[in-house]
């Protein structure tokens, strides 16, 4: 009877499920290796194309966000495909609670885009020749859209397993979902590539609310599409 | 005292019925051997029992003492061996134990005694792409039981298996029993006889 109606430790199954997919990375190397290739490339090519930006706040914010956008797309598409392709997701789905799963995966996603964006950010500043005036605003603008988009991406990524061309459904559904983070992160970026946020706090309030609110829904909702 | 009460269940795909109407009742300290054909439902009604999918009509009730039990008081009181609920190839028998252990909240000492008890423990450090089918259904059962579950849910249980492997799934199978409660699909008369019911599916039911 004991046994039997055992409760794990939820932070525990979290915690479990994040190292094991920590480790699975670690040793295939396939989800860093991909988004940092694109991420590079996507630099690269923007960098000899438009030269500098020093003086285009505005279009600077936007190519940022398009390579972070299209970054996140790749590394996301990862997380449930593989679990269904090699056949492990009913392991989770037998052993752990879903809400675990969610927060496991989604701290998984969260590293990987930190990792992402840790590398092509500052890589984007310095090629690019543009200018950060509030440092700070800047990082805490990155770290909410990162965290709203590895929430609703996990979903997305969970519901869009077993489908066929998932990466472009992924594409085309994630982006009406990421547009108000998106919209807030770009407004944030721009102001802080230009002139700064002076007392116009509200797009950052917005993102604010917006990443807690995916991260609640993620929690609340994962099950359903499980 | 675990009982599991299924009614009238039915599970289709499309407008095609897998099984209709199957009522059964598996008291704790019994097995259940569900037979039939390739294709006749075994697996699914498995899949359905674990609670991985939902039966198209019909009712399936864990209850402990007379009380039903919610899905998430469910998942700890089962394990399972399916085809579909594979370990990661890329960690180690050790760490996939881990993972599980970890889930349920169990000693990790566990996972070395399991290792053992499966016949394991010299390829616990190797990673599971490396090992036959015959070892996979090892560690899948380790992983099934490392948890201590009242329910044991196998599919197939000795098809890779040779005759020790035989021998050893006769085994647990006699000791859940002891405890719980065990349910087996399969296509071997051999396994028949560990189940005090049998349910047929497809055209011989």
């Known amino acids: 009877m004991k046994t039997a109606l055992r409760r794990p430790n939820w932070l525990k199954q979290v915690w479990a499920i994040a190292k094991k997919d920590f480790l699975s ?78 927060l496991g995966k989604m701290l998984f996603n969260l590293v990987l885009l930190g990792l992402v964006a840790m590398l092509a950010v500052p890589l984007f500043v310095a090629l690019l020749g543009v200018s950060v005036r509030q440092l700070g605003v800047f990082v805490v603008a990155i770290i909410l859209a990162l965290v709203t988009m590895a ?75 499980w | 005292m675990l009982t599991l009460r299924c009614t009238d269940l039915g599970k289709a795909f499309g407008r095609r019925w897998l099984f209709r109407r199957l009522s059964f009742t598996v008291p704790q300290g019994t097995g259940l051997v569900i037979l039939g054909p390739n294709g006749s439902g075994k697996t699914t009604l498995l899949r359905l029992l674990c609670g991985l999918v939902q039966p198209t009509e019909g009712r399936i009730v864990w209850e402990i003492n007379g009380f039903g039990l919610r899905p998430n008081q469910v998942r700890s009181l089962l394990g399972a061996v399916l085809p579909d609920c594979e370990p990661y190839e890329e960690l180690t028998a050790e760490e996939n134990m881990e993972l599980i252990a970890d889930l349920h ?9 399991w290792l053992e008890r499966v016949g394991l423990t010299h390829a616990r450090r190797q990673f599971v792409s490396e090992f036959s089918s015959g070892m996979k259904l090892r560690l899948k059962l380790a992983m099934a039981l490392v948890h201590e579950p009242m329910a044991l849910l196998l599919d197939e249980p000795t098809a890779m298996l040779d005759e020790q492997g035989r021998q050893l799934v006769s085994e647990l199978i006699a000791e859940q029993k002891r405890k719980g409660i065990v349910i087996i699909a399969t296509n071997d008369e051999r396994d028949v006889g560990y189940g005090e019911q049998q349910i047929f599916l497809g055209k011989n039911r």
């Open chain 2, 105 to 113: 909240g169990v000693n990790k000492n566990s996972v070395n005694d």
């Open chain 1, 25 to 102: 990375e670690w040793r295939t190397r396939h989800a860093v290796v991909t988004t940092l290739a694109f991420a590079l490339i996507a630099l690269t090519v923007v960098s000899l194309s438009v030269g500098s930006l020093r003086g285009e706040p505005t279009l600077a914010a936007g190519l940022l966000w398009v390579i972070i956008f299209f970054a996140t797309i790749v590394a996301l598409g990862r997380t449930f495909t593989k679990e269904a392709d090699a056949h492990t997701d009913n392991l989770l789905r037998l052993n752990a609670e879903p809400s675990a799963v969610f």
């Open chain 1, 151 to 225: 929430a609703l991406g996990t979903i997305l990524g969970a519901m869009l397993a077993k489908v066929q061309s998932r990466i472009a459904l992924l594409a085309v559904a994630a982006f009406p979902l990421f547009f108000p983070a998106l919209a807030a992160s770009l407004q944030v970026t721009a102001m802080t590539f230009g002139a700064g946020l002076e007392s116009n706090m509200t797009p950052l309030k917005a993102l604010f609310a917006y990443a807690g609110a995916s991260l609640l829904g993620g929690l609340l909702l994962f099950e359903e599409v």
